[in-house]
């Protein structure tokens, strides 16, 4: 006798276990929330430019420019700490479904947070090298997931920890 074939809605099949996020999913999600942060940050600073050219021609010197761009960078940075910290997603990785974790499952603290994003930049900054790793490990982390000891995971799939 054969055995039954399990259909789309059969409960008795098991889901996948593991829900790794793959480079994939994360590029595309990573993407998004470039889009969002940056045009975001773009528009209140085109905003502050034509504010200021209406107000008589304000301009930057070389401290103003050094403080700008350290107060965008901290902008950027805060978007990923609070989101990591508060829900585990943000709003690119909510839309790939995706979210971090820590190697014990659950949501990271902003210390973790912050260490993740600091090693984020160091990634990015060196062309995405770290991301290689992502390609070759058995939970697909890169390297600021390493340093972090974070997971990106599936939402709603339980990953074998």
Do not use: N
């Not at 994939?24 to 470039?34: E, N, P, Q």
């Not at 209140?44 to 350290?70: E, H, P, R």
């Not at 993740?116 to 697909?140: N, Q, Y």
Request: proline share 4%; charged share 10%; glycine share 12%.
């Amino acid at each position: 006798m054969a055995a039954p074939v399990a259909t789309a809605g059969d409960l008795s099949t098991p889901a996948p276990a593991v829900g790794y996020a793959g480079v994939v999913s994360r590029a595309v999600a990573l993407a998004i929330d470039a889009v969002v942060v940056e045009g975001t940050l773009l528009l209140i600073a085109g905003m502050l430019a034509l504010v200021g050219s209406l107000a008589g021609g304000l301009q930057l010197g070389t401290t103003g420019k050094v403080v700008a761009a350290a107060a965008w960078t901290v902008a950027t940075a805060s978007y990923f700490v609070v989101c990591w910290s508060a829900s585990g997603q943000t709003l690119g990785m909510r839309a790939m479904e995706l979210r971090v974790i820590t190697t014990l499952g659950a949501t990271p603290r902003p210390s973790r947070s912050i260490i993740r994003v600091v090693w984020l930049g160091l990634c990015i900054l060196t062309f995405f090298v770290g991301f290689v790793p992502v390609l070759f490990d058995a939970r697909r982390r890169g390297v600021h997931d390493m340093v972090a000891g974070t997971l990106v995971v599936h939402a709603g799939r339980a990953p074998l920890l």
